[in-house]
């Protein structure tokens, strides 16, 4: 067998030291790969050997020699055919067992070899022929391969030993000549060794995606057992806090009954104390009253002057010209102080409420959002001259020193310390951020790509959709002097959703937002717009920067 008489080395490629693919010889007697010593000699500016180093005046015509062929393919079907006998699945799916011999009948035997151009396995018994016959003998005998016809070639009826990568086949010796010429073909177990390196990177990659994976499902557990105490102790914070409230307001309650019950007493009290005094003065008026009646009865002059020198001794009373009667002034003056401050307290509460579903809503708009997330580059090309970017175009600020170009380049902008992004985007949605730090001057939102770069007008009609910030105070562009939000922020998320026909401003740390352009019509593509502005109000230098959107849950 070929097996006895042939070794490796006798049938490798000096060039790739691998077993021969259609194999040449040179007029030296050296053998090669025909690709080899194709690509070998297509590299040098002479032809020679690689071995010996012998030079031709002109590229030898090689043909395949058939014979090494011949030789190689024998080499590689005992190769191929002992690397499967060795695999696992030798053995036939389901039943488990040994490959059978495929001429028993009756009771079936199990095979010991498997012949390559029968094409048949064979027990110990049906065997004997092929070490008996003389045309037998020359056949290949392999371990015994169960479905050995799907490792023959359908053509040709040979064992496949190569692979061709253009075509993703297998092949026999005879297929790559016929169908694959100048195809890139390799030995079979050359691609399954290449393939299985291959599978084992990419098994590595896909253990780490898996083991990042399992971290990031063990930071999410963790985070949702943190967001669980965390909720618990804000839960009971808040109900203890508002339990406070509710408390303090039942006593508030209390004490306001008891003032206005202790008021109503001390003004009953005091009715009484004057009800009782003019009642006693009334009784001594009318006293005098039956005695000055008596006196103007006298008759007796002398008598009646007598009795009437001195003058009548009235009653001691009170000024009753001091006395007014208002009602429970004091009782008003507490119910009155008492209503504003409810008032002041349902407004409170009211606000509170609706800045807790606010912060609900906004944080669940700004989730929703940042899924729509683009990446942003700036367009130097558009850039005003006194503006700098950075090399990956995610950064932008003003440079008081940079010298304006007296015939800036068309498409920049020229009054405006602005640049526009390099694409424009055209779908339905679309959101980024911008971190502007501690600028205290600074404008960004989007515009159309046919927005004015020189004499840019605010108005609704411009083209250009932004909120401008100057210390804490946040306007519009098309509405100057305008203030649409008070406060200072670091990070701002910029959401165009054109099906909506509205572009939202949000501060990005907070969740909250800070103004939205409503009934917007955007006609082409939007571009993201971007103005660090000058130091007009103070040192401004900073950069506003293009950030990815944190995705922490």
Not at 139 to 164: M, N, W, Y
Not at 486 to 515: H, M, P
Request: glycine share 6%; charged share 20%; hydrophobic share 35%.
């Amino acid at each position: 067998m070929a097996s006895s008489v042939l070794s490796e080395d006798q049938l490798l490629c000096p060039i790739c030291l691998d077993v021969l693919t259609r194999p040449v010889s040179t007029p030296c007697g050296h053998n090669f790969c025909m690709s080899c010593i194709t690509r070998y000699w297509d590299d040098i500016p002479v032809s020679q050997c690689p071995v010996c180093k012998a030079t031709f005046e002109s590229r030898p015509d090689l043909k395949v020699n058939t014979f090494i062929s011949e030789l190689a393919s024998k080499f590689m079907s005992l190769q191929v055919a002992g690397a499967l006998a060795r695999r696992p699945d030798r053995r036939q799916a389901g039943c488990g067992a040994a490959v059978r011999c495929d001429v028993c009948t009756d009771a079936q035997g199990y095979a010991v070899r498997s012949c390559l151009e029968c094409l048949t396995s064979y027990c110990d018994v049906h065997l004997e022929p092929h070490h008996r016959a003389a045309g037998l003998k020359r056949h290949t005998l392999v371990e015994p391969l169960a479905s050995l016809e799907d490792k023959i070639c359908k053509d040709h009826g040979r064992l496949v030993t190569q692979f061709c990568r253009n075509d993703g086949a297998l092949l026999c010796d005879v297929c790559p000549a016929l169908h694959h010429a100048n195809h890139d073909v390799v030995p079979a177990l050359q691609e399954h060794q290449r393939v299985k390196a291959l599978l084992g990177d990419t098994e590595a990659k896909v253990q780490q995606m898996i083991q990042e994976r399992l971290q990031k499902v063990g930071d999410a557990k963790a985070a949702v057992e943190q967001g669980k105490t965390e909720t618990k102790d804000a839960i009971e914070s808040s109900v203890r806090d508002l339990t406070a409230l509710v408390s303090d307001i039942q006593k508030t309650q209390t004490q306001f009954v008891k003032v206005i019950e202790e008021e109503q007493r001390a003004a009953e009290e005091r009715a009484v104390w004057l009800i009782s005094g003019l009642e006693r003065e009334i009784t001594e008026l009318q006293s005098a009253t039956l005695q000055l009646r008596d006196l103007k009865k006298t008759e007796d002059t002398f008598s009646f002057l007598q009795s009437s020198l001195n003058p009548f001794p009235l009653p001691h009373t009170i000024d009753v010209s001091a006395i007014t009667f208002t009602g429970p002034v004091e009782i008003r003056r507490v119910q009155s102080s008492f209503s504003q401050s409810v008032s002041q307290l349902q407004t409170a509460l009211a606000q509170m409420s609706a800045e807790i579903k606010c912060a609900s809503e906004c944080t669940a708009e700004l989730r929703y959002a940042q899924q729509y997330e683009v990446d942003v580059v700036l367009d130097p090309d558009t850039a005003h001259p006194l503006l700098i970017l950075s090399g990956d175009g995610k950064q932008v600020r003003y440079v008081k020193t940079a010298a304006p170009s007296p015939n800036p380049k068309p498409g920049r902008f020229v009054e405006h310390l602005a640049v526009l992004g390099k694409s424009g985007f055209s779908s339905p949605r679309f959101y980024f951020e911008v971190f502007v730090g501690g600028k205290i001057e600074w404008c960004v939102g989007v515009a159309e790509a046919s927005v004015q770069r020189r004499a840019l007008v605010p108005g609704p009609c411009c083209g250009l959709w932004a909120i401008s910030f100057l210390h804490d105070k946040f306007e519009t562009f098309n509405s100057p002097n305008v203030t649409v939000h008070v406060g200072k922020v670091e990070r701002v998320g910029v959401f165009v959703d054109c099906c909506a026909g509205r572009i939202s401003f949000y501060d990005v740390q907070t969740a909250t937002l800070i103004y939205s352009f409503t009934e917007c019509v955007c006609s082409g593509e939007l571009h993201p717009y971007f103005n660090p502005c000058d130091d007009e109000y103070g040192p401004n230098f900073g950069p506003m920067m293009v950030v990815p959107v944190d995705r922490t849950v």
